[in-house]
């Protein structure tokens, strides 16, 4: 079964920070390069960050590159994201993904309020 589950988010202070993780299945997460996208209300989803299957190669938008990590646990099938020095302007849902993806967890909500 195709599965991919969110969790983490929450409502942060600005300069705050939270750490998301992504669970999921096998099928989707063997071998494959995972991303961390996230949707505004009004905005189409964006890739922000991007991991190889290895870790080896690690990619960020210009937004969040220097605030944001990314990192996976093949062990766990499981895929993170720490976020530092949050803005409000990265209140979104977010959701992990392959750069191919065919269906979407639910996400999980930040938002960064003061």
């Known amino acids: 079964q195709v599965q991919l589950v969110e969790s983490g988010g929450g409502l942060v202070q600005p300069g705050g920070s939270l750490r998301l993780s992504c669970a999921a299945s096998?099928?989707?997460?063997?071998?494959?390069?995972m991303g961390w996208y996230r949707q505004a209300p009004g905005k189409q989803r964006e890739l922000l960050s991007s991991?190889?299957?290895?870790?080896?190669?690690?990619n960020y938008v210009d937004s969040v590159k220097g605030r944001f990590t990314i990192s996976r646990d093949n062990a766990k099938n499981m895929v993170s994201l720490q976020m530092n020095s949050l803005k409000p302007e990265d209140s979104a849902v977010y959701y992990c993904?392959?750069?191919?993806?065919?269906?979407w967890g639910q996400g999980t909500q930040v938002t960064v309020s003061s």
């Open positions: 993904n392959t750069l191919n993806p065919n269906t």
């Open positions: 096998l099928s989707i997460f063997s071998g494959s390069t």
């Open positions: 991991i190889t299957r290895y870790g080896v190669a690690r």
